[in-house]
T-cell receptor, first 111, second 112 residues
Framework: DSGVTQTPKHLITATGQRVTLRCSPR?????VYWYQQSLDQGLQFLIQ???????AKGNILERFSAQQFPDLHSELNLSSLELGDSALYFC??????????FGSGTRLTVV | TQLLEQSPQFLSIQEGENLTVYCNSS?????LQWYRQEPGEGPVLLVT?????EVKKLKRLTFQFGDARKDSSLHITAAQPGDTGLYLC????????????FGKGTKLSVIP
């Protein structure tokens, strides 16, 4: 157990639907990062939150949004889903500029 | 945009062989991290190197950061089946940013 908890582990949904992925960071970590991993693109940075505030944005689509709550857990919302959104979504947390601790990921399949 | 190129993309070797995988960029990174990922799991941090020319050893794994902090290598001595996995390098963070830029990885298979 890495200390970063992601739910659900698997998600199958239809095109056009909306889903929410949840992440609880490791105790004491203030930063949460969301990454998308696909076979051809590797790990792509989506967005970072630090202590409740958005800190950095990467290649995140407008259909996607995220937030970090006062208890530091984070949610990634994906809407108007397309087949191409099928991927592994990882959450990671860190303290400052140290290495990331990743969760086990959510495998999203859009059918 | 900072990019990291990893090579080779795939590597299949026999148990007991040595191997080296590479991570290269045209950009300078403040630090370079190596992760190992197994199927169905998230990447796990192996090491962080921060100083140009730095060498770190972790049992049979040797990590080196290039003098110019643009490249890194991972050398595995006497590979074992348990070394099988996807090895990812990640660069950063840059000034004012904590995000990491990941390479696409080297998929290593060690055959018993």
């Amino acid at each position: 157990d890495s200390g970063v908890t992601q739910t659900p582990k698997h998600l199958i949904t239809a095109t056009g639907q909306r889903v929410t992925l949840r992440c609880s960071p490791r105790s004491g970590d203030l930063s949460v990062y969301w990454y998308q991993q696909s076979l051809d693109q590797g790990l792509q940075f989506l967005i970072q939150y630090y202590n409740g505030e958005e800190r950095a944005k990467g290649n995140i689509l407008e259909r996607f949004s995220a937030q970090q709550f006062p208890d530091l857990h984070s949610e990634l919302n994906l809407s108007s889903l397309e087949l191409g959104d099928s991927a592994l979504y990882f959450c990671a947390s860190s303290v400052g500029k140290g290495g990331y601790t990743f969760g086990s990921g959510t495998r999203l399949t859009v059918v | 945009t900072q990019l990291l190129e990893q090579s080779p993309q795939f590597l299949s070797i026999q148990e007991g062989e040595n191997l080296t995988v590479y991570c290269n960029s045209s950009s300078v990174f403040s630090s370079l991290q190596w992760y190992r990922q197994e199927p169905g799991e998230g990447p796990v941090l192996l090491v962080t190197v921060v100083t140009g020319g730095e060498v770190k050893k972790l049992k049979r794994l040797t990590f080196q950061f290039g003098d110019a902090r643009k490249d890194s290598s991972l050398h595995i001595t006497a590979a074992q089946p348990g070394d099988t996995g996807l090895y990812l390098c990640a660069g950063g963070p840059g000034a004012g940013s904590y995000q990491l830029t990941f390479g696409k990885g080297t998929k290593l298979s060690v055959i018993p």
